[in-house]
């Protein structure tokens, strides 16, 4: 087999005959192994020899070869960057897509990728080329996977920095779901999507906003973040959900995050409170994070407690905890401590602004700890 057939979609049965001792070593099959090994001598070889088309894949299962038009870029993108150069160099098309409605550019998801990235836009890649389903961009793509020297080369090419997918995600919007196993490197990516204009409060389909996002994956870094640029603290989604909401619903899965900072920082910005008559409910979803109650309680000037809040902590929860929810209970009937009543009153002066108006107090910082609700572990 002295050249391989152009680009045809029908499948195409391999003949013994070509290969009756070694049915599966043609030339088709190196050149698919030296692809993916990235193995750019033996590349450059079957290249010139066989592949006039570069833009052609093909699968093999068993006895049966697939001719299928996809770019052989993809097969350089686990970091043979020398191997997507020779591809490109040979005329490899950097934005044909895949049976998956993916572009080259989609599919460089790892550090070592980035050589690839950058010869793909170098040889016509279109940065803000869409998938074909979900309609994201190689910076949606960036953002998912934590890649800020992908995301500065995409945004340096022109890419969209509020580019939006299918159900109205922006990039920014998928670092914020992330969780903060990387906080750092997921502040910095935040950092450049901004300083190249990236809008804080964009809304995907259910209405939520970036700050949703990073309160519901308990992110305290992404949240003080968004909220000093202006973040809108009383965003509500489509079910009605605050930021507030969303750490509340997914602090008891997340305690190992301490959800507790995210709630003091969302009240120090002048998160509407929640509701008193729906604490128990509260309760029945975050008892085993008592910072968070301890939080929210003192957030009022006074709460009535109700006998059903006994019956929202499970028994485990109190035995855990029991000096703080004992605390918690002695308070009904009670009028809370003079200091506390200050406390609220101030906190109530400053409104939004408590979280820079009171650390310029000329008091002692155990008292702007306690202003600021940083929770003690019992309630006075």
Known sequence: MDKLPGPVTERLQISPKLDSEHPLTSPAEKYYHALVTGNLRSLQVLTDRYYEDVNLVFEISKNEMEWQVKSQAFYGLSGHAACVELLLEHQADPNLQSDEGLAPLHLCTTRNSLRCAELLLKHGAIVN?????????????????????????????????????????????????QEPDAAEDALQLCRLLVVHGAKLDTLDELRRSPL???????????????????????????NGISPLGCVLQTAAFKQELRPHMVVQLLLNYGSQKIWPHAFAKVLRSCAA????????????????????????VPEEVLQQHQQFYESLFRLSGTVR???????????????????????????????LDYLLLEPEGVLL
């Open 129 to 177: 080329q869409p998938s074909e389903d979900s309609r994201e961009t190689a910076l949606h793509v960036a953002a998912r996977h934590g890649l800020y020297d992908h995301a500065h080369l995409y945004l340096k090419h022109g890419a969209n920095v509020d580019a939006r997918s299918t159900r109205g995600e922006t990039a920014l919007s998928l670092i914020c779901r």
């Open 212 to 238: 949703h996002e990073a309160c519901g994956a308990a992110n305290a870094v992404l949240v003080r973040f968004l909220l000093r640029r202006g973040a809108d603290v009383n965003a509500i989604d489509y």
């Open 289 to 312: 994070v008592p910072e968070i109650i301890e939080i929210l309680i003192n957030s009022y000037s006074q709460i009535p407690i109700s006998e059903k809040w006994v019956e929202a």
């Open 337 to 367: 401590s003079l200091q506390h009543l200050c406390r609220s009153t101030i906190r109530k002066k400053f409104g939004s602004r408590c979280h820079c108006l009171i650390p310029s107090l000329p008091v002692p910082k155990p008292l």
